[in-house]
């Protein structure tokens, strides 16, 4: 009999309330999710990533000022014909392929108070299935299914899995991190402990927390008795840490150890850096564009 923690993945969650400060003040008006990564904006990248790993259902977490996502995922019915008439067959396939991509609902979080809170946002929509969630900030390159093997560790163990990827200790700080313990496959770990963005010399190991993660439905009654954390808010790794403690609230907790392409978008650096290799590695701009790259950095540089 199917247990609900090893029920078949559907449904996916994408937290999408911030405020996006980083990037002031283009996201004053704009959701930095809208912001483009070449000719896409960064949260298409996502929800084509669910929908490659077969989740069907997506649920945006969001706020105030998060209509655009709404109209970006919608058909625009006016511009589809205006295309139409023009004949322009290839933008006018641009433009729906969003809005085909999944059936995608949205809730609003209100009051911001979280990682943790906004997944809980989730509960009504999620029930007592395992789902998955994924970040906007993180940028998985498709040749690389890192959502696809979660599921797969997932449905053989049960439990929570999530996504964990070897960084210089010196950076540790900047993520959540994860104390493991291998097992018979070379990219999967049990995690005992977690750590969220540790203080230098304090974290149990160099492996990092990134924005991935697929979970038992338990983790929502962890949520609702977890204290505010780092930051005075709701963290999900808190809520995790207890479900690797006492693997009886909702099956243990494993990581997939992720040595692919990602893209780093949450901050203005790593964003251009992001920009510039997917750039360079499509078929109608890398090779112009690498050309062009190559004389700026020889003759600027």
């Not at 589809?80 to 995608?104: C, F, N, P």
């Not at 994860?178 to 402990?193: E, H, I, K, R």
Request: charged share 25%; glycine share 10%; with cysteine.
């Amino acid at each position: 009999m199917t247990t609900p923690s090893h029920a078949r993945i559907s449904k996916a969650v994408i937290p999408a309330a911030g405020l996006g400060t980083r990037f002031l003040p283009a996201t004053k008006a704009t959701p930095k999710e809208m912001l483009p990564v070449v000719d896409k904006p960064a949260i298409q990248y996502v929800v084509e990533e669910a929908a490659a790993a077969g989740l069907s259902d997506v649920l945006m977490v969001t706020g105030r000022n998060k209509r655009p996502l709404e109209d970006h995922f919608d058909r625009n019915y006016e511009l589809e014909e205006a295309l139409h008439r023009k004949g322009d067959g290839s933008r006018l396939a641009k433009v729906q392929e969003s809005s085909d991509l999944a059936t995608i609902h949205y809730v609003r979080q209100g009051n911001p108070r979280g990682l943790g809170h906004a997944v809980l946002c989730a509960a009504p929509h999620v029930g007592d299935q395992p789902f998955a969630v994924l970040l906007g900030d993180d940028l998985i390159d498709p040749r690389d299914p890192l959502l696809r093997r979660m599921i797969e560790v997932q449905e053989e163990h049960g439990g929570s899995v999530i996504a964990l990827m070897e960084v210089d200790p010196s950076a540790i700080h900047l993520y959540g991190c994860a104390a493991a313990a291998p097992t018979g496959d070379d990219d999967v770990v049990t995690v005992s402990d977690l750590v969220e963005k540790p203080e230098p010399g304090e974290a149990p190991s160099n492996l990092a927390i990134i924005g991935r993660y697929v979970l038992d439905p338990a983790v929502f009654e962890v949520l609702r008795k977890t204290d505010p954390g780092r930051g005075g808010e709701i963290q999900l790794t808190d809520a995790l840490q207890a479900l690797a403690a006492d693997p009886g609230l909702g099956g243990p907790v494993h990581g997939v150890v992720f040595k692919g392409r990602r893209y780093d978008t949450g901050d203005r650096g790593d964003y251009l850096r992001a920009i510039v290799r997917l750039a360079c590695e499509r078929e109608d701009l890398g090779p112009d564009f690498r050309a062009w790259l190559r004389s700026y950095v020889t003759e600027e540089m």
